[in-house]
């Protein structure tokens, strides 16, 4: 079964997520996608702002998308499979201002026939430049919604001075250092920016990202969310690696938002791509690594109150001995 890609577009109140929306239905690309949209409130609004176009909308307004996603898409995109899936080009997910992209994320690895059926392509955060400042100070979604983003939309330049802009910039690394960051006003990017770039793909990481974890390092600001990062060019044994992700996300998921690796497995042939949303994690082989070409592993964690020391002797626990 072809998979249809997933785009979840996410970003606090008033960032310009709908804006984004409207732009993404109404340019002539030949597409057509299916349109999930979640408001927080017994009355949908956010429906009747989206452009009138040859789409097919669905609304979840009993709550915000993070309490009940996994039963409304689950139930959408079931509805969709009996309908015929295949004729969309990809489904978005325009989630709620005040919501956590955890739950969306994790829906498309939980349920089998929706990950059967369906590909998390990125998660996209639009990020309103002139407050964000402001919302990080008082709104941890605002924080967790960078934090998850593969790709982010940094919206509203016109509203901001050079050294405002800078200062928000910096902010934004803190918190996630490894998304694609673009500059828009009226959130107009180009969409080969958003749509279908792979970012969740695990055979595609190397490939979006070529400066994934650039050497180990980590990131942290006054929030409590960190990014720490682990390269080794010694193999990882598959066995204690396993053992040592499994039990870390088992006992500190909630506290770890994102985290993704790329690893040089001992006798492997095949890079092996792992990622995790909290503790629900996804991995697989990856592309053949290249005749002379280093074998670096590559793992990064993002989370809150998070210990470098402990993770970094748990990675090293998965290490073969130094030559």
């Not at 066995?239 to 992700?245: D, N, T, V």
Request: proline share 3%; glycine share 8%; with cysteine.
């Amino acid at each position: 079964m072809k998979q249809i890609p997933v785009t979840v577009l996410t970003g606090y109140l008033g960032a310009g997520k709908t804006t984004l929306l409207n732009r993404i239905l109404s340019e002539p690309h030949g597409k057509k996608f299916a349109v999930i949209i979640n408001e927080f409130g017994a009355v949908g609004v956010d429906n009747d702002l989206v452009v009138g176009v040859d789409e097919e909308v669905f609304e979840m307004n009993n709550g915000c998308i993070c309490c009940t996603v996994r039963g409304d898409l689950i139930r959408i995109i079931s509805g969709l499979l009996r309908r015929g899936l295949e004729k969309f080009d990809g489904i978005i997910v325009e989630t709620t201002g005040l919501a956590d992209p955890a739950p969306v994320a994790q829906t498309f690895f939980m349920d089998e026939d929706v990950r059967k059926a369906t590909r998390l392509d990125a998660v996209v955060t639009v990020v309103d430049a002139k407050h964000i400042a402001e919302r990080l100070a008082d709104s941890p979604e605002a924080e967790d919604q960078i934090a998850f983003a593969d790709v982010i939309i940094l919206n509203k330049l016109d509203l901001v001075s050079k050294e405002e802009l800078e200062a928000v910039e910096k902010r934004i690394r803190t918190i996630n250092p490894y998304a694609t960051l673009h500059h828009t006003q009226n959130s107009k990017v180009d969409l080969n920016a958003v749509l279908d770039r792979g970012a969740f793909d695990l055979n595609r990481i190397l490939a979006i990202e070529p400066q994934f974890l650039e050497g180990g390092h980590s990131h942290s600001h006054d929030n409590a969310v960190q990014s720490f990062s682990f390269t080794s060019d010694r193999a990882v044994i598959m066995g204690r690696f396993e053992e040592w992700i499994g039990q870390t996300l088992a006992e500190q998921g909630q506290n770890i938002l994102r985290s993704k690796g790329v690893l040089n497995i001992r006798n492997s042939p095949r890079r092996f791509v792992f990622q995790a949303v909290h503790m629900i994690a996804d991995s697989a082989p990856g592309n053949p690594w290249k005749d002379g070409e280093k074998k670096t592993s590559k793992l990064v964690f993002i989370g809150r109150n998070l210990d470098r020391e402990t993770l970094k002797k748990g990675f090293e626990g998965c290490l073969e001995a130094a030559a």
